[in-house]
């Protein structure tokens, strides 16, 4: 691992149930890549999103579909935090159109597990935006935030072991995972196929210590979700 800057303090989460190492705020705007923005939501994606979430074949890999209330939880967390801090999940917006198309980002998980405290990079994208690509070039603009920007040392990412789109996303980024991290996830009925999940990790290198310059990122090689 590189040399990275001395322990941040801890702070508590916004359940106040885990201490977390405090993250700097940073300037509430877009990320922009050669056909991506990673930015601040907006009330009129609430529909689109809402879409997104029931829909049976993104939610395949979690427990089940979220209905209109917890589509609009989800959203108003997301975007409170992103808000807030400048960073998080962002929505996704697809530049050529700008077309709403799912969203990508940096969360503290909120439930407690051998590797936490920790920041995990997530994705979730529409089926229209699949097989482009987008899921991979999102998620390295979002690591250069989380590396050069907020100066993590590490970023994980994690999701059910039947998910192979996802999984394949995590190793087009550079992340390495460790059969020994495996785990089962506290949330979700352990007799379902979806309980048993896999962890991927990876660090900060040299080149994301310089400072919070922009980077435009390339795009992703090979079809993603």
Known sequence: MPTA????PTAPDAAGTTQLPALPDLPVRPRTTQRLVLRPWRDLDAEEFARLNADPEVMACFPAPLDRAASDELLGRARGHVDEHG????ALEERS????????????????????????????????????GYATEAALAALDVGFRELGLRQVVSFTASVNLPSRAV?????????????FDHPLIDPASELCHHVLYRIDRADDHSSGPDDQVVPVGAGPVD
């Open 170 to 182: 995590m190793q087009r980024i550079g992340m390495m995972h460790d059969l020994a991290d495996d």
């Open 87 to 90: 960073w998080g999940l962002w």
């Open 97 to 132: 159109t700008g077309a709403f198309v799912g969203f990508t980002g940096l969360v503290r998980p909120r439930f407690e597990a051998a590797f936490t405290p920790c920041v995990e990079i997530g994705w979730r994208l529409a089926r229209s935006a699949w097989g482009r």
């Open 5 to 8: 800057p001395p322990p941040s």
